[in-house]
């Protein structure tokens, strides 16, 4: 069995203003990432599909050519292959936990393994 806590999951510094935690098991990635306000939004894409929680904050996400305002609460799935990104909003940091299936092969080897 393979157990973790959040608090003991390594903190990830994706670049200025974004940070990551993740934990994995063999065919889905749970990731906690933190966007703080006036970060360079990344428009992406990864042949994931992706389901995301907003755990705190408020701000917008961008799938394909569909923009919404996302707050506390809030769910979204970005299909997989599909160009999204996020923008935190106001003066706090924006939290989301992200489900990505299937695993994600970078955060495992970047978060739990490097």
Do not use: C
């Not at 299909?79 to 924006?94: C, I, K, Q």
């Amino acid at each position: 069995m393979k157990k973790s806590n959040l608090k003991g999951l390594k903190l990830t510094d994706v670049r200025p203003g974004v940070t990551r935690r993740s934990f994995s098991g063999e065919g889905a990635t749970l990731s906690w990432g933190t966007l703080t306000p006036g970060h360079e939004p990344r428009p992406h894409t990864h042949p994931h599909e992706q389901i995301v929680y907003i755990m705190s904050g408020h701000g917008t996400f961008t799938v394909g050519d569909e923009t919404v305002d996302v707050t506390e609460g809030d769910m979204l799935v970005v299909p997989s292959n599909e160009l999204h990104y996020a923008v935190a909003g106001g003066d706090e940091p924006m939290v989301d936990l992200s489900i990505f299936n299937p695993r994600r092969e970078d955060y495992y080897r970047a978060d739990e393994v490097g």
